[in-house]
């Protein structure tokens, strides 16, 4: 992991705050409350949460593509 690229780095956080995310809306949803971070913190400007999703959805398409392609 040293040597990964800031690149790299930014596509493993996203994908992460992604996939905690997620978790988070799943167990919220059984709860019956919204714990949906990115919505919490940024509903209000939905723009933002919109480049947010499409953020980590990018990031995610890019490391399927660098696992697809790993020699």
């Known amino acids: 992991m040293a040597d990964m690229s800031k690149l790299d780095w ?3 956080i996203l994908v992460l705050v ?3 995310n997620w978790g ?3 167990v919220g949803s059984f709860a019956g409350m919204n714990l949906n971070i990115v919505n919490l913190i940024l509903g209000s400007i939905p723009v933002l949460e919109n480049i947010v999703y499409l953020a ?3 990031a995610a398409v890019y490391k399927v593509y660098e696992l697809a392609t790993q020699k």
């Open 10 to 12: 930014t596509v493993l």
């Open 18 to 20: 992604g996939a905690l």
């Open 24 to 26: 988070l809306v799943a």
């Open 56 to 58: 980590v959805g990018l």
